[in-house]
């Protein structure tokens, strides 16, 4: 199973684009990347995922290296409410095993 | 939205007390999880469900039971709860394990054991 690294503490300031960065160096070709986050006493919530092309949507823009092995999470326009733990996790297409890591805390500042 | 509901967001027990924490959701998905998460440690799987009356253990099953006798719900049962279950339990859903199924998870249950 391939596992993830995620730096454990991020600063962004408000209105300007966070980039979270993953490192997924042992994943295999059938294997997804997702991105979630969680914000403080909640579940965690799923933000988007890929495989090999880079994704957008209405949250944020999933940016997949070429050789697959590190992915960067985009939010455009950080705002105090995208202050959470962002969790980068690789799964495998007919496996039940999410794995999650330890994420990024992100905090964002006025 | 697909929904998954958690029966108690915060509980109570003392240590040898039977807990059950129950968890529905609302869009027919075949598979179900309960995972727990505790500070430092991420969210680490308990149990996992693929079917109704189906289940297989996840990482950190020892001290736990599940049951899914309807597809919607999925209970975790401690059996004798231990003050080394204290901890955020979460459960969530997804479709299927084919493809890129998406997990959807409920608010979370915050259990002390005391």
Known sequence: DAKTTQPPSMDCAEGRAANLPCNHSTI???EYVYWYRQIHSQG???IIHGLKNNETNEM?????TEDRKSSTLIL???TLRDTAVYYCIVRASGTYKYIFGTGTRLKVLA | DVKVTQSSRYLV???GEKVFLECVQDMDHENMFWYRQDPGLGLRLIYFSYDVKMKEKGDIPEGYSVSREKKERF???LESASTNQTSMYLCASSLSSSGANVLTFGAGSRLTVL
Do not use: E, F
């Open chain 1, 60 to 64: 944020a823009s999933l940016i997949i």
């Open chain 1, 76 to 78: 455009p326009h950080a």
């Open chain 2, 13 to 15: 027990k003392r240590t």
């Open chain 2, 75 to 77: 209970s975790l049962i």
């Open chain 1, 44 to 46: 965690p919530q799923y």
């Open chain 1, 28 to 30: 295999s070709g059938n």
